[in-house]
């Protein structure tokens, strides 16, 4: 399925607005004063401009909304858009910008004009952003995504950033893809097959099987997946563009492709939903295409644990104790708390292989996290504040939520077990909380760490600030501005 919409850049000329076109979006900084683009589309269609920005309703608008014209006279174009400005206009606001002409766009032919626009590489990562669709099945839906052709004063000085820009889009679809298939396609095989793609781009993708994770004594992971018919694996994706010296950023994702809950059943309402619970692991993924596709200086190696959590009569049953490969033993109270088993082994085995200079795990973990902070935050727990301050200023500068939230000795003693060394959940109190208190145990003391409680955010049932319902590819973006300012060796 093609997500991406065809971009093309062309000089600034103002014979392009007679165009046959869909629609034409402008800018529209200083009512009193139209710049050319204004002026001469004013005059086009006898004045419509000026007594459409000068009206109440443009009035009330803020930075970055869009007002429509429909079926302007003297012009070949069906609408026309108006985007009002500000010299204060900030990149966020660029950002809403597209995102507000991507959402009037669907399967247009447009002409962006943006010659006076300072936040041009944000406006079109807004609009590229938006303009995502998941059809792969529905067999009427038009499959035309449109295109644009943007109009710049010097187009050649945005080729270079606008490549970036759709190399970081196409890490987020790619997450949101795998996050959006039904988990009778995108079964643990699918998946794996899928990001032995990555290697066309120069990452290095190696499978671990069953009989490698069980020789590895990856017993956590193991024990969720024992009752589906899809086999468990790990997938490591290596990316290495950077000295070899270089220690890596490991990022590790949980990639549950479909869980029931397994013998700790979940209420079939909205169990539908839980295709989704692979989230973490897609955010890997999106990042890992990300970087190589903008060809990175930086070393980063991923890591995600492919799992079906399924009730059969050879799944894991609440009060099985399973040996984790770091050596610790696990009671299972609740098979629905299947995640941290998973990131236990692969953070273990990360640390062990990789040695790593810090670490970045993701999981659609808990419902305790959205309960806490709704669906516009991520929870973020760390055990280094430099390390934390870093991800949490990227996630800003992104615009995706992020939150931080406590690590505390304290709640330990709710992980206490009377037959093993620890249990996997820790009641309904501080659900979030005890989880990362878990995942903790498995990072060793002088790692920098970062947990990502992503339940809320990964996925949503209303449109989110860039994407439809669904999937929306939460964290590529601050992932990889992490990468950028933090890893890349040229900075």
């Known amino acids: 399925m093609k997500t991406s919409v065809d971009v093309t850049l062309k000089e600034y000329d103002l014979e392009l607005l007679e165009g046959d076109y869909d629609r034409i979006s402008f ?33 009330k608008k803020s930075c970055g909304d869009v ?68 059809s792969n099945y529905k067999s009427l839906e038009n499959k035309d995504m449109g295109s644009v052709i943007l109009m710049l004063k010097r187009p050649k000085n945005f080729r270079k950033a606008l490549l970036e820009t759709k190399a970081i889009v196409d890490g987020v679809f790619f997450t949101r893809n795998l996050v959006n298939e039904p988990a009778n396609i995108l079964n643990t095989v699918e998946f794996s097959e ?15 099987e069953e009989n490698k ?10 024990g969720v997946g024992q009752g589906s018919a899809n086999p468990s694996k790990i997938v490591i994706m290596s990316w290495n563009g950077s000295s070899k010296k270089d220690k890596p950023l490991a990022l590790v994702g949980k990639g549950v492709v ?66 984790s490969m770091k050596g610790d033993t696990i009671e ?14 692969i953070l273990w085995y990360t640390q062990e292989r990789f040695k790593p ?37 990227a996630a800003s500068q992104e615009n ?37 208190q878990f995942i903790q145990r498995f990072i060793k003391e002088d790692m920098p760490w970062i947990h990502l409680d992503i339940a809320g955010v990964a996925h949503t049932k209303t449109e989110s600030k860039y994407a439809p319902s669904g999937a929306t590819g939460w964290g590529v973006m601050s992932l990889n501005r992490l990468v950028s300012e933090k890893f890349e060796n040229n900075k």
């Open 357 to 393: 200079a810090c670490i970045v795990d993701l999981a659609t973990l808990t419902g305790a996290i959205i309960v806490g902070l709704g669906y516009e935050n991520a929870g973020v727990f760390s055990n280094d504040d430099k390390f934390c301050k870093s991800f949490l200023e």
């Open 27 to 59: 800018f529209v900084e200083d009512v009193k004063k139209m710049d050319s683009i204004c002026g001469r589309v004013n005059k086009l269609t006898k004045g419509a401009i000026f007594r459409a920005i000068s009206s109440k309703e443009f009035e």
């Open 67 to 134: 007002l429509t014209l429909s079926f302007p006279n003297f012009l070949q174009t069906k609408y026309l858009d108006l985007v009002k400005w500000s010299k204060s206009g900030t990149p966020n606001d660029a950002r809403k910008a597209g995102v507000n002409l991507a959402k009037k766009s669907n399967h247009s032919r447009v002409l962006m004009c943006v010659a006076a626009q300072n936040f041009s590489e944000e406006l079109m990562k807004g609009y590229l952003l938006r303009r995502y669709e998941f």
């Open 332 to 345: 299972v109270i609740n098979t629905d708390a299947e995640g941290r088993l998973v990131l236990s082994d």
């Open 258 to 323: 479909f869980d029931t809950g397994g013998i700790s059943l979940k209420p079939a309402g909205g169990m539908e939903e839980m295709t989704m619970d692979m989230g973490g692991a897609g955010v890997v993924a999106g990042t890992m295409l990300s970087l190589a596709k903008r060809k990175a200086k930086a070393n980063v190696v991923g890591l995600v644990g492919l799992v079906e959590n399924m009730p059969s009569s050879t799944a894991q049953r609440p009060g099985d104790i399973v040996k």
């Open 400 to 436: 995706e939520g992020a939150w931080r939230m406590p690590l505390s000795a304290e709640y330990d003693k709710k992980l206490k077990s009377r037959l093993a060394d620890m249990k996997n959940v820790g009641g309904r109190d501080a659900g979030a909380i005890t989880a990362a």
């Open 194 to 208: 899928r990001l032995k793609g990555l290697s066309s781009l120069g990452v290095d993708v190696e499978v671990l």
């Open 213 to 222: 994770l069980a020789e590895l004594g990856m017993n956590a992971l193991l």
